[in-house]
């Protein structure tokens, strides 16, 4: 990325079914710029997590890998902490820790999973973070919480990452997004999602970054200025007009609610000026990544589709 500050991982985790597939996509991500190949912890995803990412690290030689996240629900943190600690040996140290405290309700009740409220989830997030720092030194873990209890666990191996890999937590609600403050080497200022998967549409705007920004600052405290900021990409339109650009994208969303949830009516101003929707000319774009980077500390933009055509140039452009 040369010695642009913005950086883009590209999620896999919706379209690679095959070994094959998986390949071209991570060398394609890595030829084309993308900082880290990512692939996301849903039971209607092609493919698990870890394994997808070990062959997606091994078949390039400097692209990062990250779960974009994992659902800590899905794993008791102690077989969490040896599959992390063994990908990031084997690529070398290029591996992301994102987790999460789980959110979509259809997948747990389908998986057979108890579905907490918001604030037990988040809880049990932060005694896993807790037994993962003490894994991850490579001493006897002894632990007793409300969830977890842990008596004397060696992990083996210990990570290539001292003291760990980056740990990545998301989310949209200020108890996450507190916990990732305090937790976190980066925060990924996501927009809010109901249970069921839809996305609150009035979320989207800068005004609704902000205010998720001020919950990290409050509960970061002296931490706040050595935590790296990332942001789901939700749209890329590259074209001459941006206003006009950003009406049809408008239009678009209003017409097609399966995924979005609207608390209110977004307007064309909040959509241009959103961190999380990209439009105009390749030079407009870069220019507004820019502006995101100075305002608001975005760093990292998070692409959750297939690799796009679009996203090239202005990698390219970032230099």
Not at 236 to 243: A, L, N
Request: glycine letters at 10%; aromatic letters at 8%; charged letters at 20%.
């Amino acid at each position: 990325m040369g010695s642009s500050p913005i950086s883009f991982s590209i999620n896999q985790g919706l379209d690679a079914s095959t070994r094959a597939a998986l390949v071209a996509a991570a060398r394609d991500a890595e030829a084309k710029g993308f900082t880290t190949f990512t692939v996301a912890d849903h039971f209607n995803t092609p493919m698990a997590p870890f394994a997808a990412l070990a062959i997606a690290a091994e078949v390039t030689s400097s692209l990062r890998v990250a779960p974009y996240v994992l659902d800590n629900d899905f794993r008791h943190p102690s077989i969490t902490a040896r599959e992390v600690a063994t990908i990031d040996e084997l690529s070398g140290g290029r591996f992301d820790f994102g987790i999460g405290a789980g959110w979509k309700q259809p997948e747990y009740l389908e998986a057979g999973f108890e579905f907490d409220r918001p604030g037990v989830r988040i809880a049990r997030l932060a005694e896993a973070l807790t037994i993962f720092d003490q894994l991850f030194t490579g001493e006897p873990c002894h632990f007793s919480g409300h969830f977890y209890e842990l008596q004397g666990l060696v992990c083996h191996p210990r990570p290539a990452t001292l003291p760990r890999p980056p740990i990545m937590i998301g989310g949209g609600s200020p108890r996450i997004l507190r916990l990732a403050a305090q937790r976190a080497d980066i925060v990924s200022v996501a927009v809010k999602a109901t249970p069921q998967g839809r996305i609150d549409g009035g979320d989207i705007s800068a005004a609704g970054l902000v205010e998720k920004l001020s919950w990290v600052n409050e509960a970061a405290g002296e931490r706040f200025g050595s935590l790296r900021f990332n942001a789901p990409l939700m749209d890329v339109v590259i074209g001459g007009d941006r206003r006009a650009l950003a009406e049809a994208k408008l239009e678009e969303i209003k017409t097609d609610r399966s995924m979005l949830a609207y608390t209110r009516e977004l307007t064309v101003d909040e959509l241009l000026e959103s961190p999380y929707f990209l439009f105009g000319t390749v030079g407009d774009i870069v220019e507004h990544l820019h502006a995101c980077h100075e305002q608001y500390g975005l760093e990292s933009w998070s692409q959750l589709g297939r690799i796009t055509a679009e996203l090239a140039p202005i990698i390219e452009a970032l230099g």
